[in-house]
């Protein structure tokens, strides 16, 4: 195929049913995690971000596919910035290891970036374990691990070529990476492949009754290609002969799900049959749930361009140049203009610019000082390390605000 920029997705990338519904349109946004520099505003593209829902098998996903090596090959969210995150990845490791309960698996983890959670099974005593990751500039040089990263995306031909050369592993871990597939029945045929008969595989997605009940459209952006429900997730397992028996919710991600799935006949655990009735009520299978979804969505939008409008003349800092913040963000618009810079503590986004408003980017040290008035928390999900940051790191005090989830907050600390 010819090198392109996107593709219209006319028939459900699951089933393949025909014409998805849609369900929101965010209008034309740039790649969320594209940042840039001076001298790469004027070659910004913007794509079309609408949500759609197939009606035969309930897969939301996007209207389009943008070029995986555009949106991929470089990248600039690494894990192990963020302390909740590190923390989670901690927790997650240990829970894992406690429900497979296998001597020293072997272990590849799809979406491996910086590292940060394969370090952790290791420091828990794991056997060989392998990342997979085409993002070249997040992949770590880690001397005294036994750790093997691949630069590569991971598919179908790339697991043939792995269990040649590997042999196949215990377990395969795949942490919200199976919505940032174009093609997400070539990943499973792959995972197929590399996971040995009694081989456990987990996946963690976003939680779709978070992102309906507590309107979550900031995680809507181009690298999602899907917005998984278990029901969703369950018909792709089904892919690799994956079947789901037991998952719980956790914190990451604005909320997420972590399912574990194998292909022996095992006991469906009492906690996920609890999470597919809390789906199943809150409406995650029907469009009426989503059309709702859509309107609230916009309904925050525009109170949020309300807020700004009111706060024009004040010096406003934005917290959080993440993938969600560029989303909102771009959804607001013009009014966004009101925030003077983001605050970011990721060091390899100091200096560079936000996709679409091209705001700067910087340390909070050097960002935010006295003279800053409001704190615009676009990183909702973590909010309690940024307003305590704010107040005992920096020793800031002035009015912060939050625009999720469901509805625009404000508070002073």
């Known amino acids: 195929m010819k090198d392109y920029d996107f593709v219209e997705v ?7 049913a025909v014409a998805p519904d849609e369900i929101l349109n965010l209008g034309d946004q740039p790649l969320a995690n594209s940042l840039l520099t001076q001298e790469g505003i004027s070659e910004e593209k913007r794509f079309p971000l609408v949500l ?7 897969t939301l996903q996007l209207s389009i596919n943008v070029n995986p090596k555009i949106l991929f090959s470089s990248y600039f969210w690494v894990t192990g910035t963020s302390k909740t995150t ?24 799809i979406g491996s970036n910086d590292g940060t959670l394969l370090l952790e099974f290791e420091n828990l005593g794991a056997g060989d374990s392998f990342g997979v990751d085409p993002a070249k500039n997040v992949i770590p040089e880690l001397s005294n691990s036994k750790i093997t990263y691949i630069p590569e995306f991971f598919t179908e031909n790339f697991a043939e070529r792995f269990v040649r050369e590997y042999g196949q592993v215990d377990l395969v871990i795949a942490r919200n990476v199976l919505s940032h597939v174009p093609d997400l029945n070539n990943v499973m045929r792959g995972i197929n492949l590399v996971l040995s008969p009694e081989g456990t595989c987990v996946t963690e997605f976003h939680d779709a ?21 278990l029901r969703s997730m369950t018909f792709a397992l089904a892919n690799a002969s994956l079947k789901p028996f037991d998952g719980y919710v956790g914190p990451i991600s604005g909320g997420c799900i972590v399912l574990f799935s194998s292909r022996q006949d095992r006991q469906i655990s009492d906690n996920l049959l609890s999470l597919l009735e809390t789906e199943n009520s809150l ?8 059309k709702e979804f859509a309107s609230q969505a916009l309904s925050n939008i525009a109170s949020i361009k309300n807020e700004f409008r009111k706060i024009s003349n004040s010096n406003v800092y934005a917290f959080g140049s993440s993938a969600r913040s560029s989303t909102l963000l771009n959804a607001i618009g013009t009014e966004s ?11 390899r986004k100091w200096g560079m610019l936000s996709p679409g408003l091209h705001l700067q980017i910087a340390n909070p040290s050097t960002l935010i000082d006295n003279t800053v008035k ?10 309690t390390e940024i307003v305590n940051q704010l107040k005992y790191e ?4 002035g009015e912060v605000i939050v625009p999720l989830p469901n509805v625009l907050r404000k508070y002073r600390i």
């Open 209 to 229: 009754n978070k992102i309906i009940s507590e309107i979550q459209y900031d995680s809507i952006y181009h690298e999602h290609t899907y917005y998984h429900s």
């Open 374 to 383: 409001s704190i615009f928390i676009c990183a909702f999900n973590f909010e």
């Open 394 to 397: 920096l020793n800031w005090s």
């Open 86 to 109: 590190r923390d989670y990845c901690r927790d997650l490791a240990k829970n894992v290891l406690d429900r497979i309960q296998v001597d020293k698996p072997r272990i590849l983890e």
């Open 52 to 58: 759609m829902r197939c009606g035969h098998c309930t």
């Open 10 to 16: 006319r028939n459900c990338r699951s089933c393949g």
């Open 283 to 290: 409406g995650v299978y029907s469009i009426e749930g989503w």
């Open 337 to 347: 203009k009101t925030i003077a810079g983001i605050a970011d503590n990721n060091p």
